[in-house]
């Protein structure tokens, strides 16, 4: 079964600083990961997603994951925050055989401050 | 496309009434998932469907949760009887080609 675990609950940051939202996963086998993204009294959205390829994803919006098969990660970054970008952020993992089930994280609050 | 769409966005009830939720996919996804979120548990996968049948039901709570599929373009999970700890809100999302599309959830207080 799969798992992914996002250590952190909240992260407070100035507007226009850097950001690293952490995601780590665990899988017997191959996975597709994703970032989605929740702003306040609405559904999730698709921010970027690593299904095979470059190792490097990248947003339209300024954020990008790495996965990193190694470490078993996927964590999210972007050089420079804005205040729109106050959301939570979950991570999630399915695999090939998995019917597109996804198994979500527990969701970073990102918090961004003027 | 207007997206996935779910109703009611929200519904207070008593305990022990029964609830019924909506979802319609985007045309011509074949899954369909539902999820429930709360601060405790985060998001939990509920139940799924490919082509309107159920694939797999093993994240429903109790057997006081049942969702159907009778066709493409619609979908309902019930609860009967609801209780406190059921209030959440659950997430329709579709799916064609592994990426989900969600709906707006509906936000359920149960009182």
């Known amino acids: 079964a799969q798992s992914v675990t996002q250590l952190d609950s909240q992260v407070p940051v100035f507007e226009e600083a850097p950001v690293e939202l952490r995601c780590n996963y665990s899988?017997?086998?191959?996975?597709?990961l994703f970032w989605y993204v929740q702003y306040p009294n609405q559904g999730l959205q698709l921010l970027l997603k690593y299904l095979s390829g470059s190792t490097l994803v990248e947003s339209i919006n300024g954020f990008e994951a790495e996965f990193n098969k190694s470490q078993t990660s996927f964590h999210l970054r972007k050089p420079s925050v804005h205040i729109s970008d106050t959301a939570e952020y979950f991570c999630?993992?399915?695999?090939?055989?998995?019917?597109?089930?996804?198994?979500f994280g527990s969701g970073t609050r990102l918090l961004v401050r003027p | 496309d207007a997206g996935v769409i779910q109703s009611p966005r929200h519904e207070v009830t008593e305990m022990g009434q029964e609830v019924t939720l909506r979802c319609k996919p985007i045309s011509g996804h074949d899954y369909l998932f539902w999820y429930r979120q709360t601060m405790m548990r985060g998001l939990e996968l509920l139940i799924y469907?490919?082509?309107?049948?159920?694939?797999?039901d093993s994240g429903m709570p109790e057997d006081r949760f049942s969702a159907k599929m009778p066709n493409a373009s619609f979908s309902t999970l019930k609860i009967q009887p609801s209780e406190p700890r059921d209030s959440a809100v659950y997430f329709c999302a579709s799916t064609m080609l592994g990426e989900l599309f969600f709906g707006e959830g509906s936000r359920l207080t149960v009182l």
């Open positions: 899988s017997s086998v191959s996975v597709y």
């Open positions: 469907f490919n082509n309107n049948v159920p694939i797999d």
């Open positions: 999630a993992v399915t695999t090939m055989d998995s019917s597109y089930k996804l198994i």
